[in-house]
């Protein structure tokens, strides 16, 4: 095996619509602030559905679409910060619902860099002999982790699932990649905390809504996004303007009008979607990568750029031929 090489992608959203003027009803907020700072006007918001559901409704119609039998997948790894359960993994749940007997399954936790590090290991895991077919997902209902009654982080999120179908080839497809991890500026972005209480009989646990601090973020992603960007495409030997195409994790419009900025790179190579779906995390970047390939915008043979940053700190880049 020389290179893995991208079969199919499909995203799914869950059917329910919050538009900015909606939140309003509950929140001191206005689509004015809301579009001026972030550039989203709506987003999709879970009716129930949970991430592994999302997570198949993505992946069932790739399946198809590549003419794949489940049985045929050596490996399905859910990038997510919003599990389903903490056990099983919401990948052990895809799994056995898709009847994928002989895949190894297993979530991957980066938050929203959470596709980029998995498309990562699915990478090297594909370089083993007997590992051929991988399924990659990207998943979040973040609307279960927000504190809805919070305008400065309820009015920045949404729903959705993405998938890709991965295979290893002899043939020579690009495909290089760096993650980063800021271990020490983590507190800059939680979900999800858990408490353990001292209490008797028993301790008490709690978990908490997801808490940010936007404007250390904001910094954090208009500086390190571009250096993760421009380590990998040194590592590839490939030059900023030889890209055809910037997929950006979706979180806020100027962070991505930013980077381009950086990188001297013209606006319209940076597609945006986060006007209709907000901020789904790890599901932004597969979301985004399937609309582009579905619209044609995409196409054989060009060279992608998906970069993404998020809680940890993290930051993911990978440049690969399409
Ligand atoms: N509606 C109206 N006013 C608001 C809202 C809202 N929804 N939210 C905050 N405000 C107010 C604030 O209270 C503040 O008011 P004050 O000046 O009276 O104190 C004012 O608006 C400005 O607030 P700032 O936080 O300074 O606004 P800023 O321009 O920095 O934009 C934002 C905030 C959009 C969050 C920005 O900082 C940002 O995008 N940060 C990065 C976020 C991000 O990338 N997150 C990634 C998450 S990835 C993951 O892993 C989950």
């Known amino acids: 095996?020389?290179?893995?090489?991208?079969?199919?992608?499909?995203?799914?959203?869950?059917?329910?619509?919050?538009?900015?003027?909606?939140?309003?009803?509950?929140?001191?907020?206005?689509?004015?602030?809301?579009?001026?700072?972030?550039?989203?006007?709506?987003?999709?918001?879970?009716?129930?559905?949970?991430?592994?559901?999302?997570?198949?409704?993505?992946?069932?119609?790739?399946?198809?679409?590549?003419?794949?039998?489940?049985?045929?997948?050596?490996?399905?790894?859910?990038?997510?910060?919003?599990?389903?359960?903490?056990?099983?993994?919401?990948?052990?749940?895809?799994?056995?619902?898709?009847?994928?007997?002989?895949?190894?399954?297993?979530d991957l936790s980066a938050a929203c860099s959470g596709f980029v590090y998995a498309l990562t290991v699915a990478r090297q895991m594909l370089a083993a002999p007997g590992c051929r077919r991988a399924l990659v997902i990207g998943a979040e209902v973040m609307s279960k982790v927000l504190d809805w009654q919070d305008r400065s982080t309820a009015v920045l999120f949404g729903d959705g699932a993405g998938a890709a179908l991965l295979e290893a080839t002899a043939e020579d497809h690009l495909w290089v990649s760096r993650l980063a991890t800021f271990g020490d500026q983590g507190h800059d972005l939680t979900a999800g905390k858990t408490t353990v209480t001292a209490a008797l009989p028993h301790?008490?646990?709690?978990?908490?809504?997801?808490?940010?601090?936007?404007?250390?973020?904001?910094?954090?992603?208009?500086?390190?996004?571009p250096a993760s960007i421009q380590d990998t495409l040194a590592a590839a030997g490939i030059s900023p303007d030889e890209v055809d195409h910037y997929l950006l994790h979706q979180a806020n419009a100027r962070i991505v009008r930013q980077v381009a900025k950086r990188l001297d790179q013209p606006?319209?190579?940076?597609?945006?979607?986060?006007?209709?779906?907000?901020?789904?995390?790890?599901?932004?970047?597969?979301?985004?990568?399937?609309?582009?390939?579905?619209?044609?915008?995409?196409?054989?043979?060009?060279?992608l750029v998906l970069s993404g940053f998020g809680g940890g700190l993290t930051t993911a880049s990978i440049v690969m031929q399409y």
């Open 267 to 303: 606006l319209e190579k940076f597609p945006l979607n986060i006007a209709r779906y907000g901020n789904t995390a790890a599901a932004s970047e597969p979301i985004l990568l399937d609309e582009q390939i579905k619209a044609g915008a995409i196409k054989r043979g060009d060279l």
């Open 1 to 106: 095996m020389k290179s893995v090489k991208l079969i199919a992608t499909n995203h799914a959203v869950p059917a329910r619509v919050v538009t900015n003027d909606d939140l309003t009803a509950w929140l001191d907020t206005s689509d004015e602030w809301i579009t001026t700072r972030t550039g989203i006007k709506q987003r999709h918001v879970s009716t129930g559905e949970n991430t592994a559901a999302l997570a198949l409704a993505a992946s069932r119609p790739a399946l198809e679409a590549a003419g794949w039998d489940p049985e045929s997948l050596d490996l399905i790894i859910v990038a997510t910060m919003t599990p389903d359960d903490y056990m099983p993994s919401t990948a052990a749940q895809v799994q056995g619902a898709l009847g994928a007997s002989r895949a190894v399954a297993f």
């Open 203 to 225: 301790p008490v646990s709690d978990l908490a809504p997801l808490t940010m601090d936007g404007r250390s973020t904001y910094r954090f992603a208009t500086h390190q996004v």
